[in-house]
């Protein structure tokens, strides 16, 4: 059974720092490339960051460049997202997602398997 699994969201203070965990069963995430979206209440889904399964290219949106980072340990098939400097803005549910192919990484429609979202929330 394919899937993936999100965690390490919370409640953390503005400047402060999360990772979140995407780990993948059921598959080998060396082939897939992974893409982390974010959907806060009221609003679409947004693509925040990606990793290419072909050379681990990136991508980030502009409001998260700098701040975030997108990793992969395929020994843990496992991919990281490091969001550094948080702002009350990040705050949403963030969900990771997976597809083996090699286009569109940057929009949902693009990606075959989901995991169930982990909230985020950044607030004093």
């Known amino acids: 059974q394919v899937q993936l699994v999100e965690s390490g969201g919370g409640l953390v203070q503005p400047g402060g720092s999360l990772r979140l965990s995407c780990a993948a069963s059921?598959?080998?995430?060396?082939?897939?490339?992974i893409g982390w979206f974010r959907q806060a209440p009221g609003k679409e889904r947004e693509g925040v960051s990606c990793?290419?399964?072909?050379?681990?290219?990136?991508f980030y949106t502009s409001s998260v460049e700098g701040r975030f980072t997108i990793s992969r340990d395929n020994a843990k098939n496992t991919v990281y997202l490091q969001m550094n400097s948080l702002k009350p803005e990040d705050t949403a549910v963030y969900y990771c997602?997976?597809?083996?192919?090699?286009?569109?990484?940057?929009?949902?429609?693009?990606?075959?398997?989901w995991g169930q979202g982990t909230q985020v929330t950044v607030s004093s």
């Open positions: 997602a997976g597809t083996v192919k090699v286009g569109g990484l940057s929009r949902a429609p693009t990606y075959d398997y």
């Open positions: 059921g598959f080998t995430l060396d082939y897939y490339a």
């Open positions: 990793i290419s399964s072909s050379d681990d290219s990136t």
